[in-house]
């Protein structure tokens, strides 16, 4: 007892003053009960711990007690507070997870005054500390109103600018004062509402850009982009709708007749629509004679009838005018120089007055808009000659703008040859011109038909050119492509936030494969993005316990059908760190075809010392090369290469050059369609596929085995290769040649006999 006594004598006070907070926070469980007073006096306590000599006896008794009691008050605070000071990471993180535990009941107990405090504690250790600014914006918000958000929102903004709500609540705090830049920043939360699907935000802020930059004609073209993507056809023309009136008002009709055009390709049966269009029209063309003629022809007011083709045959007739001009079958190019109710007359190049009805016109001759090219042509054909040669996307605008934005590679043949360049002189120079045109912003192949290029009416960036591409296809393993092709470039966020939510969402697809490769996909983002994917269904136990219960034959085929090597590497390291047997599975998977994998997964066979297994893998590839002739070739080249540098590579040289020979012919059967594996055989024995004596005596592995071989064994060698149906007699005359040069006592007088597997 006086033992005891004497202990508590002995008490360093400031572990005393931690008892008795330890104490009081078994009297006041509630947090609601807690004020700032005790939240500032344990923050004085901390600065003391800080400077004691106690201070690891001190964080011992917190870190006991909080095991204990998880809602401790005291020990979270102080824990948080102390181990936040220190330089270990594992310190500071368990440090920061207490405080922000602490944010986050405080916040549910409405303490918005501590909530502050704890928020500025924070971010006076990390000023961009995400939680302790989202903490900061809602007290600042409960306390001191939405006026004082402002430069806290801007921050948060600026850190977290792939969370929309965020971005969205600082656009609208400053879009009284400062309307420009609040409206970049709305523009930014729409585009990543309407990938994530969240329509109501979406729409909110469609009508602020609407109200305030209803000009900006590309941002609404790219949130239709999105939104076509997600096939939402009704969505689209309703939002649309609200985009026709600020152009009504100004009576800029040529807007509001393409915008009601839109509206009718997503809504063809919306009568509304329709009559505005009508009425559209009307005042476009108020000066044209025949408008009222036309409108009846096109029986675009007949709402009985389809919309699209009584669309196209107004617009077909009412460039019928007098200045504008027409094409004819025979004819070629002319201007309209006058036109009634009863007749057109048109001046042709080599027929000037040609008169013919309306009628006869509406069917014969095909209008022209004052750009088209081929009236370009007409007017001054020089000058189009010079865009040509100069200029080629110039040029090429002017073409697809001619022929409603889109032409086949068969449709743009045609008008550049023989106009421009001979047939010889087409294929090569096609092959440059794509080239060039894939650079441009404004022109695009199609992802669902790849000979058609397109011309967009607003050029398109990356990101909004993959995300199409994205959305257009539906292959598996090609949308995985295009993903993981949005991870590569920081100009691609907005393609990389829609795909990370498709690969979210299929986080709890059915099939077992696409589950665990879109969590691999997330985990991929997640780590070239610096940051983690919130909403995430699939968590790391869940994957391992996935390959944990899979069959061997399973994991085998799911990293077959993986063509990604991204994926294939980490689901290889799931396998290795998950399963006792992975030795058996990366054996089959170092036989998988074509090579992709196999050079990692062989890395790291050898780096775990697993030198036995990769000695048998050795052994099973140089018995069965007939039934692996493509990892046997890969084997091979990297062994005479000296690529595989290895003490388990016990096979010398020679003898894996004369199995290489032995392949060749067997490649007849193994390669019924192709040649990539015999140019790959015949590359790994020659160097080269243009085999000549010369490029022979430049291959240093070749020449090395020849010189010390056995003469025997160059008779067996040469004796496969001039079996080998596929190549050239000139090549394996070069071939003998070559070593009866550097082998004189080399002659095929002896006949050789090849083994009986031959």
Request: proline letters at 3%; hydrophobic letters at 35%; a negative charge.
């Amino acid at each position: 007892m006086s033992q005891t006594t004497e202990e508590v004598q002995t008490r360093d006070p400031l572990l005393t003053r931690i008892d008795t907070q330890l104490n009081e926070d078994k009297v006041f469980k509630d947090l609601t009960a807690t004020q700032l007073n005790r939240i500032k006096a344990l923050d004085e306590l901390a600065a003391e711990i800080l400077k004691s000599s106690h201070k690891d006896e001190a964080i011992g008794i917190l870190r006991e007690n909080l095991k204990e009691n998880p809602a401790s008050l005291t020990s979270r605070y102080l824990l948080g507070n102390l181990l936040w000071n220190r330089t270990h990471r594992d310190d500071q993180e368990g440090g920061f997870s207490n405080l922000r535990t602490l944010l986050v009941d405080f916040s549910r107990s409405a303490k918005w005054t501590i909530v502050d405090h704890i928020a500025d504690r924070i971010l006076d250790q990390d000023e961009d500390n995400r939680v302790a600014l989202r903490a900061k914006v809602e007290s600042t918000e409960r306390l001191k109103g939405k006026k004082e958000l402002a430069p806290y929102l801007e921050k948060l903004a600026q850190i977290d600018r792939k969370n929309p709500d965020i971005v969205k609540k600082y656009a609208l705090s400053i879009l009284d004062e400062d309307k420009d830049r609040a409206l970049v920043s709305l523009k930014q939360a729409a585009e990543t509402y309407a990938r994530l699907k969240d329509y109501k935000n979406l729409e909110e802020i469609w009508q602020l850009v609407v109200e305030h930059d209803h000009q900006d004609l590309p941002f609404f073209e790219r949130i239709e982009r999105i939104l076509a993507g997600n096939r939402e056809k009704t969505r689209i023309a309703a939002y649309l709708v609200s985009l026709v009136e600020p152009y009504k008002t100004e009576e800029n009709w040529p807007a509001v007749i393409n915008i009601l055009k839109k509206i009718l390709e997503y809504e063809p049966n919306s009568s509304r629509s329709r009559s505005d269009l009508v009425r559209a029209y009307r005042s476009q063309y108020a000066d044209h004679s025949l408008l009222n003629d036309f409108l009846k022809m096109s029986d675009l007011t007949n709402h009985k009838k389809p919309v699209g083709p009584c669309i196209a045959s107004f617009e077909r007739n009412i460039v019928f005018d007098k200045g504008n001009y027409v094409n004819h079958r025979t004819r070629g190019v002319g201007k309209i120089i006058e036109i009634d109710n009863d007749q057109v007359i048109v001046d042709f190049h080599e027929n000037k007055g040609q008169r013919m009805s309306i009628q006869m016109a509406i069917s014969s001759l095909q209008p022209l808009s004052q750009d088209h090219i081929w009236v370009r042509i007409y007017e001054n054909a020089e000058e189009v000659d010079e865009i040509f040669k100069s200029d080629i996307p110039l040029f090429f605008e002017m073409l697809l703008s001619s022929f409603g934005y889109s032409m086949t590679l068969a449709e743009i043949k045609v008008e550049i040859v023989p106009r421009f360049l001979s047939l010889e002189e087409w294929s090569k120079w096609w092959s440059r011109v794509r080239t060039q045109l894939k650079k441009e912003p404004r022109f695009g192949f199609d992802p669902r038909k790849k000979d058609l290029l397109i011309l967009r009416e607003t050029p398109m960036t990356l990101s909004e050119e993959l995300s199409e591409k994205f959305q257009g296809v539906t292959d598996w393993n090609k949308k995985l492509d295009l993903a993981l092709e949005t991870l590569r470039d920081s100009g691609t966020e907005g393609a990389a936030e829609l795909c990370i939510q498709f690969y979210r969402e299929n986080e709890r697809n059915k099939d077992t494969l696409k589950r665990i490769q879109s969590y691999l996909f997330l985990d991929q983002a997640a780590d070239s993005m610096g940051e983690d994917i919130p909403s995430r269904t699939l968590s790391t136990n869940q994957v391992e316990d996935l390959i944990r219960k899979a069959s061997q034959e399973e994991l085998i085929t799911w990293c077959r059908d993986t063509n990604q090597v991204e994926l294939k590497r980490e689901l290889v390291n799931l396998i290795i760190s998950v399963r006792d047997d992975y030795t058996d599975i990366l054996s089959e998977i170092l036989l998988e075809v074509p090579i992709k994998i196999n050079r990692y997964v062989l890395s790291e066979l050898n780096r775990l010392g697993q030198h036995d297994t990769l000695k048998d893998f050795l052994k099973r590839i140089f018995r069965k090369y007939r039934e692996h002739p493509e990892a046997f070739l890969w084997t091979a080249r990297s062994i005479l290469t000296g690529q595989w540098d290895y003490n388990w590579v016990e096979h010398n040289r020679q003898d894996v050059l004369l199995l290489v020979f032995r392949v060749l012919k067997p490649l007849v059967k193994a390669e019924k369609k192709g040649t990539r594996l015999k140019n790959q055989a015949i590359e790994t024995v020659f160097g080269t596929n243009n085999i000549t004596v010369e490029s022979l005596k430049r291959n240093d592995i070749l020449r090395e085995i020849v010189e010390s071989a056995e003469v025997r064994v160059l008779r067996r060698m040469y004796a496969l290769f001039r079996e080998v149906p596929y190549a050239a007699d000139a090549h394996k005359e070069n071939f003998y040649e070559y070593l009866q040069e550097l082998r004189p006592e080399f002659n095929m007088d002896t006949i050789y006999e090849d083994d009986e597997d031959e």
